[in-house]
């Protein structure tokens, strides 16, 4: 393959696998990879002790299986027994009670009417909601009308599924009403602001979404049980004064408790493989609470960075052998994971290491298609002549006999050989005798280049195949 052609083929096989890498980057399968590789940097974050402290000002109650199994009740929660906590934690001096329970359904009036006026009374609490969607709609799920107090505004508990509660949207567009996540609704409620004015003093972008900076598996955020609260001595007041208190449900059967972790991924203790939506929402509120959340590369940074690997691995393995490759190849994969994890745990930044991946990958798949097709041809090609040899002479006449047989159409074979051309190896020796079989041979490829191919039988023996051609024309 001559210089200038391999050159162009190099760069646009590079060009056209880096962008079907980039789409492949997209695709559900990777998706699931990255979120497996999501995991990764959450657990090796928690293990260098770089996680992030749970903040002081939130304190969780939870309805766990102790407060289900005092009441032998699971769901529907009885209202009157919720309405009891919510009293109770508001009198311990709590400044802001988050319930993320769902309240868009009627139970008994004696319990609702009970719930309803707790809530007006303590006028402290914020009540969730959810978004939920109707094809690609979205429609709110909002509490029944009578719950509501003066601190209600729409909100979603929902956070992003397709991540398995890794990230949230900073808003949600709902019948052209701009509509914030619940631990954004709290944050902003507990801070005395209001939602967009606190979004502003946070400089978040309303279109975006960040990740959960989650403290830690399950169990680092821990909560007071729900039970205490029926009992005559309460928790100490210290622990709720001033706080931030939401109130969730925490007991194995509480629907929310599909809900997936960063730490998802243990497959020896299964204990840890879930947390319920009480603790994801808490996660996400100290987040909000503590400014700490981890945002996405910008896509500029994340494509220049693709490229650059791209390239990287371009120009490496063009110098180097293929066994080499599957060292290089794992040092690099190596190499854009530690990248992944630094600015995951030093800059509260995550880049797809899919994305990465395989756009490093596409770099060392140019170079290996470009020489398996040097390799063909090589293999194609006769040395002393760089006509065609004669393997590849049968190859490409046995394909345009059958296309000549299929289509009626002629087709030209003229075999000659160089007259003499022994008793001229013998008098000027055999490599006068190659230059001038060289010689006749690049006439000949000259001659029939655009209209078939020449080759060499054997010996001075040389072949000419002119598809779609009469003998009379040829």
């Known amino acids: ?41 959450y657990r090796t974050t928690y293990l260098l002790g770089k996680s992030p402290v749970v903040s002081q000002d939130i304190v969780l109650v939870l309805i766990d299986e102790k407060t289900v199994c005092q009441l032998e ?16 934690v508001n009198d311990l001096g709590a400044k802001t009670i988050a319930l993320d329970i769902l309240l868009d359904f009627e139970t008994n009036q004696t319990s609702d009417s009970i719930l309803a006026a707790t809530i007006r009374e303590a006028g402290n609490v914020i009540i969730s909601s959810m978004v939920e969607y109707e094809g690609n709609k979205p429609v709110l799920r909002e509490p029944l009308p009578f719950f509501t107090n003066n601190l209600w505004q729409p909100n979603f508990t929902n956070l992003s599924k397709a991540t398995y509660q890794k990230r949230f949207a900073i808003s949600e567009l709902v019948d052209g009403e701009t509509v914030f996540p619940f631990p954004i609704v709290v944050s902003a409620s507990f801070m005395n602001m209001d939602p967009m004015e606190f979004i502003s003093e946070q400089n978040f972008d309303i279109r975006d979404f960040i990740y959960i900076n989650y403290a830690g598996p399950s169990e680092v955020i821990k909560g007071f049980s729900a039970s205490l ?3 005559e001595n309460k928790p100490p007041r210290s622990f709720f004064e001033n ?26 203790n299964s204990d840890i493989s879930y947390m319920t939506g009480v603790k994801i929402i808490a996660n996400a509120t100290n987040t ?14 994340t494509f220049i960075t693709a490229i650059i690997l791209a390239i990287i691995a371009f120009l490496v393995f063009r110098k180097i ?6 060292i290089v190849f794992l040092f690099g994969i190596l190499i854009i994971n530690l990248l992944s994890l630094y600015l995951f745990v030093q800059q509260d930044l995550i880049v797809s290491i899919s994305m990465l991946s395989i756009s490093f990958t596409s770099g060392i798949i140019s170079v290996i ?19 065609y040899n004669r393997g590849y002479l049968w190859e490409y006449l046995t394909l345009h006999h059958r296309k000549a047989l299929k ?30 079989l060289r010689e006749v041979s690049s006439i000949m490829k000259d001659e029939v280049s655009k209209r078939g191919i020449a080759a060499r039988y054997g010996g001075e023996e040389l072949t000419v195949v002119l598809p779609g051609s009469t003998p009379g024309i040829a």
């Open 1 to 41: 393959m001559k210089k200038k052609l391999r050159r162009i083929l190099e760069i646009f096989l590079l060009i056209a696998i880096f962008f079907i890498g980039l789409s492949l980057s997209v695709t559900p399968f990777v998706d699931d990879i990255e979120r497996s590789l999501i995991d990764w940097r």
């Open 73 to 88: 009740t699971i769901c529907p929660f009885p209202r009157e027994v919720l309405s009891n906590i919510i009293a109770a």
């Open 229 to 231: 609260f029926l009992l």
């Open 243 to 268: 706080k931030l208190v939401i109130i969730g449900a925490e007991h194995k059967d509480a629907r929310d408790y599909y809900f997936m972790t960063p730490y998802s991924r243990n497959f020896l």
């Open 288 to 301: 909000i609470l503590k400014d700490n959340p981890i945002k996405p590369a910008s896509s500029l940074f």
């Open 321 to 326: 052998k293929l066994y080499w490759g599957v």
């Open 369 to 387: 298609i470009v020489r398996f097709i040097d390799t063909r041809t090589k293999a194609m090609i006769d040395k002393n002549t760089n006509l």
């Open 407 to 436: 289509r009626g159409t002629a087709l030209t074979v003229i075999m000659f050989d160089i007259d003499f051309f022994k008793k001229f190896n013998d008098t000027y020796g055999h490599d006068i005798g190659d230059v001038v």
